[in-house]
Every structure is written in structure tokens, then in C-alpha cells.
């Protein structure tokens, strides 16, 4: 059973970065493509980024394309996203998702799901 906790929401004013990671524990890290996803109030959950077990592909959502960068450090079983640009509809509160499948970026394909974190963008 994997577990997934991710790190590094807050407050944040437009225009600002963040970082978030994910960190994994109980399953064998370096398999599995990991995704970001987000779900802000009364919307539904949005494909943000996702990142092959090597690292050699990603993929993201039109949304975040060119302000978000997905990355991993498999020896560290953490994936990161770096989030620059930050606007206020990116507030919204952001899952991590792990799949032994190929890369996905629809829910049903998660095997593995974080808490999440929650990120505020003031406008």
C-alpha cells in the first residue's frame, strides 16, 4: 500500500511561486507515474501535471502549461511541482496520485491518493 503526503501549500499573492512535494512511502517509488491534480470549490477535480516513473516524460494540463514544472527525485521518492505565475483561479486545493499504469491524466486511472494540500492565490 503506498501512502502519499504532500507538502508546501499556503497563501500565496498573484504573480508568486510555490513549491509542492510528495512524498511516498510503503511501494516501490521508481514504478509508478505520478500525477498532480487540484480541485477547487464546487468545481471538479482538474489534471494538473503528471511525470513518467524515469522522469523522461510529462505531460500538462492547458491551464498550468509553461507556468508549472512536474519533477521526481526517485532516490528521495518525492515529486515535486514548482508552480511560478500563480493567478487566483489556481487556488484550489492540490492531490498527489500515483499509478503503476502508464501515464494518465484522468482520476480514475490513480491507484494512490495524497490528503492534499491547499493553495491560495490573492488577487
Known amino acids: 500500500q503506498v501512502q502519499l503526503v504532500e507538502s508546501g501549500g499556503g497563501l500565496v499573492q498573484a504573480g508568486g511561486s510555490l513549491r509542492l512535494s510528495c512524498a511516498a512511502s510503503?511501494?516501490?517509488?521508481?514504478?509508478?507515474?505520478m500525477d498532480w491534480f487540484r480541485q477547487a470549490p464546487g468545481k471538479e477535480r482538474e489534471f494538473v501535471a503528471a511525470?513518467?516513473?524515469?522522469?523522461?516524460?510529462?505531460y500538462y494540463g492547458d491551464s498550468v502549461k509553461g507556468r508549472f514544472t512536474i519533477s521526481r527525485e526517485n532516490a528521495k521518492n518525492t515529486v515535486y511541482l514548482q508552480m511560478n505565475s500563480l493567478k487566483a483561479e489556481d487556488t484550489a486545493v492540490y492531490y498527489c496520485?500515483?499509478?503503476?499504469?502508464?501515464?494518465?491524466?484522468?482520476?480514475?486511472?490513480?491507484?494512490?491518493w495524497g490528503k492534499g494540500t491547499l493553495v491560495t492565490v490573492s488577487s
Open positions: 496520485a500515483a499509478t503503476q499504469g502508464p501515464l494518465a491524466t484522468k482520476d480514475y486511472a490513480m491507484d494512490y
Open positions: 510503503g511501494g516501490t517509488f521508481s514504478r509508478y507515474t
Open positions: 511525470i513518467r516513473w524515469s522522469g523522461g516524460s510529462t
